[in-house]
């Protein structure tokens, strides 16, 4: 008996270890209890959080990969279901009343609001952004620069951009610091008008007509006789010296660019949404309103973009300036084809939203869609991998532009793989001799090579979701600095299509 002691334990350590290993695997793939700030379920052991959220969400795919209704949708639903406030964007025509489907899917119609011509709202971003709590002329100047940046892509590469995004920045900067001086307001309109009558001339500075009929001339007035210091000394100098004795070609160039700019605000259905007196304010989607700019690019055009991107500032700006507590409201811009909406700004906003609950929740195409839509040059593709940068997790969804698999691949990263080879020749004889194995040579060998964790073909073969997919979408989950069950940084998942 004593002789078979040592095999009955060697049994028992056994049978112990296969009954613990039982149990691990069990309690590891077991469900995990949702945490109170769960957006949504990946897999019954990998969640995404608000926190992680707020490290920016990007989802990629190609036209009809499920982007929109698989991780998206399901993405936003978390948002709201959190009380998010949401600013969404919009391209299509038909994406006002998506928005108000999934709102009221998710009992937030109390805070819904479509903005759009005709609704009767109004928001000059001029004058909201000077009466924000750290605004000022320079801040209100450089969300017109932001509409140069836009409008002067296609000139990139040019030699003399800088120059005149420059000369135009300065004389935007100059004519809302003129009218802000006199008025303590400045309106869209009121910056036209003052750069409509602007001196063409010294000798018109000096004439007693222009100082009688002129906006400029009055607003230049006004402000000397109420207030002093060097803003003023600037303003008077600018427009009564420098510009005043500017080539009539460099002042024919930056007045027609700036009046062309401002005219997209002043005229058709946006300036509805524009001129008037001002009852729209960013502020509501900080307290929780969900609000949708049904000015889409497809029907608007640049008019629509333009004002969608200054609304998607102001919300961005007064986010980032907000008192930092810890019960603060998440706020969400929801962005579907967002190569439209991107500006050089995002990628430094992206950097800091974290800590003050900005979400952003990005939809797009691909990388040469992104870096066309910025300008097509080498700085448009640093602007554009910036910006990717900026959004730590991402969900990438079926996919046929090698260029977008290739840099998304690398991301995800590679291991070292096994290969083996084999090969087998007759030493002698004839073909039959090979086959039966009589005296045939034969020689195997194998390598280690660094292969793609996931490779780039890999995206063309997931589910784009419709009725031959069963309505299941499949996208690849990646987070900065996380591992998934898997023990990889990404993860294969999929995402049900409301039928």
């Known amino acids: 008996m004593k002789e078979q002691s040592p095999a009955i334990l060697g049994l028992l350590v056994i049978a112990i270890i296969i009954v613990l290993s039982m149990l691990w695997r069990a309690l590891k793939h077991r469900p995990s209890l949702p945490r109170s700030d769960e957006l949504i379920r990946l897999t019954p052991t990998d969640s995404l959080t608000l926190e992680q959220a707020c490290s920016g969400v990007l989802v990629v795919g190609s036209t009809g990969s499920g982007k929109s209704s698989g991780p998206?949708?399901?993405?936003?639903?978390?948002?709201?279901?959190?009380?998010?406030?949401?600013?969404?964007?919009?391209?299509?025509?038909?994406?006002?009343?998506?928005?108000?489907?999934?709102?009221?899917?998710?009992?937030?119609?109390?805070?819904?609001?479509?903005?759009?011509?005709?609704?009767?709202?109004?928001?000059?971003?001029?004058?909201?952004?000077?009466?924000?709590?750290?605004?000022?002329?320079?801040?209100?100047?450089?969300?017109?620069?932001?509409?140069?940046?836009?409008?002067?892509?296609?000139?990139?590469?040019?030699?003399?951009?800088?120059?005149?995004?420059?000369?135009?920045?300065?004389?935007?900067?100059?004519?809302?610091?003129?009218?802000?001086?006199?008025?303590?307001?400045?309106?869209?309109?009121e910056v036209y008008r003052l750069i409509v009558s602007g001196p063409n001339s010294s000798e018109e500075v000096n004439s007693p007509e222009w100082r009688r009929s002129s906006f400029c001339a009055e607003c230049l007035l006004e402000a000397a006789d109420r207030t002093s210091g060097l803003e003023l000394e600037l303003c008077l100098q600018y427009w009564l010296e420098t510009w005043a004795r500017l080539s009539d070609k460099t002042k024919s160039v930056v007045q027609s660019a700036t009046l062309n700019l401002l005219s997209k605000f002043m005229t058709g259905p946006v300036a509805e949404l524009v001129v008037g007196r001002t009852n729209l304010f960013p502020s509501w989607v900080l307290h929780g309103k969900v609000m949708i700019l049904d000015v889409?690019?497809?029907?608007?055009?640049?008019?629509?973009?333009?004002?969608?991107?200054?609304?998607?500032?102001?919300?961005?700006?007064?986010?980032?300036?907000?008192?930092?507590?810890?019960?603060?409201?998440?706020?969400?811009?929801?962005?579907?084809?967002?190569?439209?909406?991107?500006?050089?700004?995002?990628?430094?906003?992206?950097?800091?939203?974290?800590?003050?609950?900005?979400?952003?929740?990005?939809?797009?195409?691909?990388?040469?869609?992104?870096?066309?839509?910025?300008?097509?040059?080498?700085?448009?593709?640093?602007?554009?991998?910036?910006w990717i940068a900026g959004h730590q997790t991402l969900f990438l969804c079926a996919n046929t532009c090698p260029m977008t698999n290739e840099f998304f691949s690398k991301i995800f990263g590679s291991s070292r793989h096994m290969f083996l080879s084999g090969q087998c020749s007759p030493a002698g004889g004839d073909l039959f001799d090979a086959l039966m194995g009589n005296e045939s040579r034969f020689s195997a060998g194998w390598n280690e090579q660094w292969f793609a964790d996931f490779p780039p073909g890999e995206f063309a073969n997931l589910l784009k979701g419709g009725f031959y997919n069963r309505f299941l979408v499949e996208a690849v989950a990646f987070q900065s600095g996380r591992l998934f069950s898997n023990g990889k940084n990404h993860l294969r998942v999929c995402f049900q299509q409301r039928r």
């Open 72 to 189: 998206g949708e399901a993405m936003i639903c978390g948002l709201l279901r959190q009380g998010a406030g949401v600013l969404w964007l919009t391209a299509k025509v038909d994406e006002a009343e998506r928005a108000r489907r999934i709102v009221g899917d998710c009992g937030r119609m109390d805070d819904f609001i479509r903005v759009a011509p005709a609704s009767g709202f109004v928001c000059d971003p001029l004058q909201v952004e000077l009466a924000s709590d750290g605004g000022s002329v320079q801040s209100a100047a450089q969300l017109l620069d932001l509409i140069v940046e836009l409008t002067s892509r296609e000139s990139a590469g040019r030699g003399d951009e800088k120059f005149w995004s420059l000369s135009f920045q300065t004389h935007f900067y100059f004519a809302i610091s003129a009218v802000w001086l006199a008025k303590r307001r400045a309106t869209i309109p």
């Open 296 to 386: 889409p690019a497809l029907r608007f055009q640049q008019p629509g973009v333009f004002y969608q991107v200054l609304f998607k500032t102001l919300v961005a700006r007064q986010t980032l300036r907000r008192k930092i507590s810890a019960n603060m409201r998440p706020v969400v811009i929801h962005a579907d084809e967002a190569q439209l909406f991107i500006t050089s700004l995002d990628a430094q906003i992206q950097t800091v939203a974290r800590q003050s609950g900005l979400v952003s929740l990005a939809l797009t195409q691909s990388l040469p869609m992104l870096i066309a839509q910025l300008g097509g040059s080498e700085k448009a593709r640093q602007e554009v991998e910036s």
